[in-house]
C-alpha cells in the first residue's frame, strides 16, 4: 500500500511578483481558496496515513492554514510539518524526512498545481506502478491542454510508457502534472544535501510516464496563470 505522499511547498514563488511578497506561493489564492488546499481536498479521496508538507518560505503562514483546514476536516488524516532552514530542493526534502516517509514508495506532489480528474487519480497510479522495473510513476498531462502554461512541455513517452527529452525543435507532446510516485530508496542514498529530482528524471533509466485520460490539470506560475485559471474552472462550473 502507497499510504505517505509529500507535498512540496517550500520555494519562494518569485514568478508571482507581489503576490507572493506576503504570502506562500502555496496559500496564494485561487476562487477565494489556497492552492494548497487544493491538494488537501484532492488527498481526500485516497487513503492516506500521513502527509508531509515541507516549508521554507513564511512557513507560520503555511503552519496555521493547515491548522485551519485541519479545524475544518476534523477527520482528515495526520498532516506533519516540516521547516527547512534553506530550501533542500525537491529531492533534498524527501531525503530530509526519510523518517516520516520511510522506505516504501511514497507519492510526492508539487503545491502549485491542480488537478481535477474523473477518476481517482491516486488509485489509478497505484495500478499502474510496477515496482519490479521503475523508480519514477509521473502523471503526465497532453501539453496542448493545459490550461495556464506557456511553455514548450517536458517530456515525450514511448510505447512503454518511459519518458525522455529528445533534442526537438517543436513542444514536447506531454507536461509532468507534479504528481508522482517513488521509490525514495536511491534518493536517500544520495551524497547532496541539496538537490532536485530533476536530475533523476533526466538520467534514471526507470523513470515512466502515464496520462490519464478525463483529467484537467491547471499549473499556477504567474499572476497571469491565476486568472486563466479562474476563468476556466468558472466556465466549467456553469456547464
Not at 486563466?228 to 456553469?238: P, R, S
Request: charged share 25%; aromatic share 10%; with cysteine.
Amino acid at each position: 500500500m502507497i499510504d505517505n505522499i509529500i507535498i512540496f511547498c517550500a520555494g519562494r514563488g518569485n514568478r508571482m511578483k507581489h503576490l507572493s511578497k506576503n504570502s506562500p506561493k502555496s496559500l496564494i489564492q485561487i476562487l477565494q481558496k489556497p492552492i494548497l488546499y487544493y491538494s488537501l481536498e484532492l488527498c481526500k479521496i485516497y487513503p492516506f496515513k500521513k502527509i508531509v508538507i515541507n516549508t521554507h518560505y513564511l512557513a507560520d503562514q503555511i503552519k496555521e492554514a493547515v491548522k485551519s483546514f485541519k479545524e475544518n476536516n476534523p477527520n482528515f488524516t495526520e498532516i506533519e510539518i516540516i521547516y527547512e532552514d534553506e530550501l533542500l530542493e525537491t529531492g533534498g526534502a524527501i531525503k530530509n524526512v526519510q523518517h516520516l516517509l520511510g522506505s516504501k514508495p511514497i507519492f510526492a506532489m508539487n503545491s502549485d498545481t491542480i488537478i481535477k480528474s474523473e477518476k481517482n487519480i491516486f488509485n489509478e497510479l497505484v495500478e499502474r506502478w510496477q515496482p519490479n522495473k521503475m523508480e519514477f510513476l509521473l502523471l503526465m498531462h497532453p501539453t496542448q491542454e493545459a490550461i495556464a502554461y506557456n511553455g514548450h512541455g517536458d517530456f515525450e513517452i514511448n510505447n512503454e510508457g518511459k519518458i525522455s527529452r529528445p533534442d526537438i525543435k517543436d513542444k514536447y507532446s506531454h507536461i509532468f502534472s507534479g504528481l508522482q510516485i517513488i521509490d525514495p530508496t536511491r534518493i536517500y542514498k544520495n551524497p547532496l544535501k541539496i538537490f532536485s529530482l530533476r536530475e533523476y528524471y533526466f538520467n534514471s533509466k526507470n523513470v515512466y510516464g502515464q496520462e490519464i485520460k478525463g483529467t484537467k490539470w491547471y499549473h499556477a506560475s504567474t499572476p497571469e496563470d491565476i486568472v486563466e485559471i479562474e476563468i476556466d474552472m468558472l466556465a466549467h462550473e456553469k456547464i
